[in-house]
């Protein structure tokens, strides 16, 4: 189990992250990345479902709990976006920023 975890946190929530922080994602996009996330993790086939032993809302709770440490999609399309946005009130004078600014 902890290697579908493992495998969770690196591949399948890392890989929307590009794409995470520049658009702002449909709730329902953001619900397929986790139910996708959430299937790997308790083992869920298309012939074959099952239990999951907890909510997944337990299981996206920090690590000092002693939970997993996942993260849900909606919440970290957020905070991408609010750090982009951040970046450009606070950073005037990158390349970037500037080039943002005037489109």
Same mark, same amino acid.
Request: hydrophobic share 35%; charged share 20%; with cysteine.
């Given at each position: 189990? &902890?290697g #579908?975890?493992t495998?969770? =946190? @690196?591949?399948?929530?890392?890989? %929307?992250n590009?794409? &995470?922080?520049? @658009?702002?994602? %449909?709730? +329902?996009?953001?619900?397929? *990345?986790?139910? +996708?996330?959430?299937?790997?993790?308790?083992?869920?086939?298309?012939?074959?479902? =099952?239990?999951?032993?907890?909510?997944?809302?337990?299981?996206?709770? +920090?690590? =000092?709990?002693? #939970?997993l440490?996942?993260?849900?999609?909606? *919440?970290?399309?957020? @905070?991408? *976006? *609010?750090?982009?946005?951040?970046?450009?009130?606070?950073?005037?004078n990158?390349?970037?920023?500037?080039?943002?600014?005037? =489109?």
């Amino acid at each position: 189990m &902890m290697g #579908r975890v493992t495998l969770t =946190k @690196t591949i399948n929530q890392v890989l %929307p992250n590009n794409v &995470m922080q520049t @658009t702002v994602l %449909p709730s +329902s996009m953001c619900e397929e *990345i986790d139910r +996708s996330c959430r299937n790997f993790v308790w083992g869920h086939t298309t012939n074959f479902n =099952k239990v999951h032993w907890r909510k997944w809302d337990s299981l996206c709770t +920090s690590k =000092k709990n002693g #939970r997993l440490g996942l993260r849900q999609a909606s *919440i970290m399309n957020q @905070t991408s *976006i *609010i750090k982009v946005g951040w970046k450009i009130c606070t950073r005037s004078n990158d390349l970037w920023v500037q080039f943002m600014c005037a =489109k």
